[in-house]
């Protein structure tokens, strides 16, 4: 079974400063997807940037950035230039599709709670 | 365009009752999943539907059921109502759920139970 392990309960970060968030996975399939969702206080969760397995390159969406690594099951999430917006949540997820690449279930972390300090 | 809709956004039942809970998806979606968020537990999935019919399901109990209509909205119930279903419960479309595409999510509907 795919489990996903983020180690890192709490975190806090200056306004303007680069912080990074840990996520760690275990699985033995190839072909899997990885995300990082934001929930705000406001509590809709919403995709900050998604990986593909296969594509060897690291994501980027403006200020956020992940470091994929395949092999050591490691997917952080480094958030540049910190905003007070920034406030939230973070959960780590990972996805199997299947053989038609369908969506199959999000297997979630348990969550990084983020706070920017001005 | 509208996004995910869910209804309502808080409930209040009692034990031994049973909920119903409502998702309208983004227009045009027809995939539907649906997740519980705990403290302890964090985000379990419990179902997803796409064209009326259950694709996928999760290791819950069968008091948890849901369904979909052919508008693409779903409900989801819960029967016989335990101290441990309190929960935010969320909703998620994407238009066809292809992994190509990403859940857009609603801002969930809050179940306490007494």
């Known amino acids: 079974a795919q489990t996903v392990t983020q180690s890192q309960p709490e975190m806090s970060v200056q306004e303007a400063e680069t912080v990074t968030l840990s996520c760690t996975y275990d699985t033995s399939e190839n072909n899997y997807y990885l995300f990082w969702y934001k929930q705000p206080p406001s509590r809709q969760m919403i995709l900050v940037i998604r990986?593909?397995?296969?594509k060897q390159q690291n994501a980027t969406e403006n200020r956020f950035s992940v470091n994929f690594q395949k092999a050591a099951k490691s997917f952080s999430l480094k958030i540049s230039d910190s905003q007070l917006g920034d406030t939230a949540m973070y959960f780590c997820?990972?996805?199997?599709?299947?053989?038609?690449?369908?969506?199959?279930?999000?297997?979630w972390g348990l969550g990084t709670s983020l706070a920017v300090n001005p | 365009k509208a996004g995910v809709t869910q209804t309502p956004r808080y409930l209040i039942k009692t034990r031994g009752q049973q909920v119903t809970l409502s998702c309208s998806p983004i227009?045009?979606?027809?995939?539907v999943s649906w997740y519980q968020q705990t403290p302890g537990q964090g985000l379990q999935f419990l179902f997803e539907y796409f064209s009326e019919t259950q694709r996928n399901k999760g290791n819950f109990p069968g008091r948890f059921s849901g369904r979909q209509f052919s508008n693409s909205r779903s409900e989801m119930n819960v029967s016989t109502l335990e101290l441990g279903d309190s929960a935010l419960y969320l909703c998620?479309?994407?238009?066809?759920?292809?992994?190509?595409?990403?859940?857009?999510f609603g801002d969930g509907t809050r179940l306490s139970i007494l």
């Open positions: 227009s045009g979606h027809r995939s």
């Open positions: 998620a479309s994407s238009a066809q759920g292809n992994s190509n595409q990403p859940q857009h």
């Open positions: 997820a990972f996805m199997k599709p299947d053989e038609a690449g369908n969506n199959r279930k999000l297997i």
């Open positions: 990986q593909e397995a296969y």
